[in-house]
T-cell receptor, first 112, second 114 residues
Framework: KQEVTQIPAALSVPEGENLVLNCSFTDSAIYNLQWFRQDPGKGLTSLLL?????REQTSGRLNASLDKSSGRSTLYIAASQPGDSATYLCAEEGGSNYKLTFGKGTLLTVNP | DTGVSQDPRHKITKRGQNVTFRCDPISEHNRLYWYRQTLGQGPEFLTY????????KSRLLSDRFSAERPKGSFSTLEIQRTEQGDSAMYLC????????????FGQGTRLTVV
């Protein structure tokens, strides 16, 4: 059974701090891993997609890495801003099916 | 194309009533998914369509749930005889046919069963 775990469940940081969100997965045949952002009561916004053959992807202040051998992905946010406050979810697409398996998310609060 | 569209955004219904949600995916996307999300949890997979064919259904999708995607375009998710436990956010996502491509989600339909 594919399982995705995100640590920490919640994180509060002052504005300007660099931070790392962690995601671990059990599927050794992962096809890709996707990071999403979710604002309260809203849908999911895709942030970054990392293919299984890639090590990392970057978009602006965001950098996501993937280590298949250890079953881990990290999302690095540089120079955090209050507008970054949201729940961040990681999801993996398994090698044997097409669905995404999600973690429970990390609730990020960036304080001004 | 403005992305994945879901309707309605919010639905309040009495227990025992039937409800139907609609999802319009990104027009060129062959794959369409339905997920359910409860408070404090990540989305859970319900079902998956490739064009008009429903290829996978989760055990979460009881007999009261049915999903269709006629002509491989929009999709509907119907819940019959709603129960309070059905209260959740129902999310639709779409992606292109190729493996490993980005999935795009709609804004969701928030269902409250009273």
């Amino acid at each position: 059974k594919q399982e995705v775990t995100q640590i920490p469940a919640a994180l509060s940081v002052p504005e300007g701090e660099n931070l790392v969100l962690n995601c671990s997965f059990t599927d050794s045949a992962i096809y890709n891993l996707q990071w999403f952002r979710q604002d309260p009561g809203k849908g999911l916004t895709s942030l970054l997609l990392i293919q299984s053959s890639q090590r990392e992807q970057t978009s602006g202040r965001l950098n996501a890495s993937l280590d298949k051998s250890s079953g881990r992905s990290t999302l690095y946010i540089a120079a955090s801003q209050p507008g970054d406050s949201a729940t961040y979810l990681c999801a993996e697409e398994g090698g044997s099916n097409y669905k995404l398996t999600f973690g429970k998310g990390t609730l990020l609060t960036v304080n001004p | 194309d403005t992305g994945v569209s879901q309707d309605p955004r919010h639905k309040i219904t009495k227990r025992g009533q039937n409800v139907t949600f609609r999802c319009d995916p990104i027009s060129e996307h062959n794959r369409l998914y339905w997920y359910r999300q409860t408070l404090g949890q990540g989305p859970e997979f319900l079902t998956y369509f490739q064009n008009e064919a429903q290829l996978e259904k989760s055990r979460l999708l009881s007999d009261r749930f049915s999903a269709e995607r006629p002509k491989g375009s929009f999709s509907t998710l119907e819940i019959q005889r709603t129960e309070q436990g059905d209260s959740a956010m129902y999310l639709c996502a779409s992606s292109s046919l190729a493996r490993g491509t980005e999935a795009f989600f709609g804004q969701g339909t928030r269902l409250t069963v009273v």
